[in-house]
T-cell receptor, first 110, second 114 residues
Framework: DAKTTQPPSMDCAEGRAANLPCNHS???????VYWYRQIHSQGPQYIIH???NNETNEMASLIITEDRKSSTLILPHATLRDTAVYYC???????????FGKGTTLSVSS | GAGVSQTPSNKVTEKGKYVELRCDPI?????LYWYRQSLGQGPEFLIY????????DSGLPNDRFFAVRPEGSVSTLKIQRTERGDSAVYLC????????????FGEGSRLTVL
């Protein structure tokens, strides 16, 4: 079973920041937080991951709370092409497979 | 190719038939994963390989499902006596090492069992 909780859907206006929350209250000390997204009819795509510190790359920023029980994925300037299902996953990198939940469907509109 | 390649992209079969789905991972990636995805659901883990051996097959739903990776590269997912409930998109992913973060997914093989 997925160890994360995400809202089923969110809306965002094009050009605005999209902030996608994720709760992972039972996360262990050695578990990372991963974010993937899946655009319709495509395979999932890696976005970003982190352990304790906030992370940023060319796609997004990941903000992890100090107690690590929740995180937020930030798309700073959402575009129509960011419409997708976003999955938040926790994993210990010890060889176990990533377990996906149902994710959040983000709809970006003009 | 540069990415994970899956064939066929679409497969329609009749109930009771045998099906093989192929995955060609990114060159040099030692870990290979199979997932399946039903409409409106997230990908469901089936099995993963580290090299030639199945490191975790706990997600295979029953003994009709089997996967191999004999040379540590291409993998084949085999489904015997297909049932209508097997209809789904079967996704393959690879990474340079199991547990090493980023998985690269293929476009999937859509299986329809009539």
């Amino acid at each position: 079973d997925a160890k994360t909780t995400q809202p089923p859907s969110m809306d965002c206006a094009e050009g605005r920041a999209a902030n996608l929350p994720c709760n992972h209250s039972t996360i262990s000390g050695n578990e990372y937080v991963y974010w993937y997204r899946q655009i319709h009819s495509q395979g999932p795509q890696y976005i970003i991951h982190g352990l304790k510190n906030n992370e940023t790359n060319e796609m997004a920023s990941l903000i992890i709370t100090e107690d690590r029980k929740s995180s937020t994925l930030i798309l700073p300037h959402a575009t129509l092409r960011d419409t997708a299902v976003y999955y938040c996953i926790v994993n210990d990198q010890a060889g176990t497979a990533l377990i996906f939940g149902k994710g959040t469907t983000l709809s970006v509109s003009s | 190719g540069a990415g994970v390649s899956q064939t066929p992209s679409n497969k329609v079969t009749e109930k009771g038939k045998y099906v093989e789905l192929r995955c060609d991972p990114i060159s040099g990636h030692t870990a290979l994963y199979w997932y399946r995805q039903s409409l409106g659901q997230g990908p469901e883990f089936l099995i993963y390989f580290q090299g030639t051996g199945a490191a975790d097959d706990s997600g295979l739903p029953n003994d009709r499902f089997f996967a191999v990776r004999p040379e540590g590269s291409v993998s084949t997912l085999k489904i015997q006596r297909t049932e209508r409930g097997d209809s789904a998109v079967y996704l393959c992913a690879s990474s340079w090492l199991a547990g090493a973060g980023e998985l690269f997914f293929g476009e999937g093989s859509r299986l329809t069992v009539l």
